[in-house]
Every structure is written in structure tokens, then in C-alpha cells.
């Protein structure tokens, strides 16, 4: 049963931090390159962040580059988003996703569509 488990959600003023966890299970974790998306009410959902499975590579939306970074911990079968000088904009549900691995090919992990599993996401919620 493949799962992913958000948490570290919640409330924060503008300028304040959050760490967000993505917990994995049920597919081989190492071999999966992870994204963070989010989804604001009435908006379309949009990426954030991604770490290749390897964790060599990493990418950002424009929006969030300098002050969000994602990382990964393999042992833990665990994906992070530390988000850094948070602004209103930034509120939304924030979604982590996964794609496994399957040869030596090309991934674009900014879109949407190349993720086969998804968490039911964690609430962040910035005041100005």
C-alpha cells in the first residue's frame, strides 16, 4: 500500500518559518525522485519543489527560489520543505508526490503529470 503522509503544516506570520515532512511507504523510496506542490482555493495546483532520486539535483519554482529548500533523508524514507520568510502568496495546501524510477530517461519533475502518487497534503496558512 503506497502512502504519503504530510505534516508540519499550520498558521505563521509573514516572515516566519514552517518545516514540512512528506513520510513514504510502500514503494522504494531511494529510487524515487519526490515534488512538493501547492494549491491555493479556486487556484490550479502548482509545483514547488523537486529532488531527483538520487538527491543530486534539485529544482524550484522562480516563486519560492532562495527561500525554500527541499531535501531528503533515505534512511528515513522522508522528504522535507523548509520554507524560509514566508509571505501571504504562500498560502496554500501544500501536496508531496512521488515518481519511481523506471530507466535512464528523462523526467521533467516540475509537471504535475509525471507523479504517480500523491499525499492528501498539510495546510499552510501565512498572515500579513
Known amino acids: 500500500q503506497v502512502q504519503l503522509v504530510e505534516s508540519g503544516g499550520g498558521l505563521v506570520q509573514a516572515g516566519g518559518s514552517l518545516r514540512l515532512s512528506c513520510a513514504a511507504s510502500?514503494?522504494?523510496?531511494?529510487?524515487?525522485?519526490m515534488g512538493w506542490f501547492r494549491q491555493a482555493p479556486g487556484k490550479e495546483r502548482e509545483f514547488v519543489a523537486a529532488?531527483?532520486?538520487?538527491?543530486?539535483?534539485?529544482y524550484y519554482a522562480g516563486s519560492v527560489k532562495g527561500r525554500f529548500t527541499i531535501s531528503r533523508d533515505n534512511a528515513k524514507n522522508t522528504v522535507y520543505l523548509q520554507l524560509n520568510s514566508l509571505k501571504p502568496e504562500d498560502t496554500a495546501v501544500y501536496l508531496c508526490?512521488?515518481?519511481?524510477?523506471?530507466?535512464?530517461?528523462?523526467?521533467?519533475?516540475?509537471?504535475?503529470?509525471?507523479?504517480?502518487?500523491w499525499g492528501q497534503g498539510t495546510q499552510v496558512t501565512v498572515s500579513s
Open positions: 510502500g514503494f522504494t523510496f531511494s529510487s524515487t525522485a
Open positions: 508526490a512521488a515518481r519511481p524510477r523506471r530507466g535512464s530517461v528523462v523526467v521533467d519533475l516540475t509537471a504535475r503529470y509525471e507523479y504517480d502518487y
Open positions: 529532488i531527483s532520486w538520487r538527491g543530486v539535483s534539485t
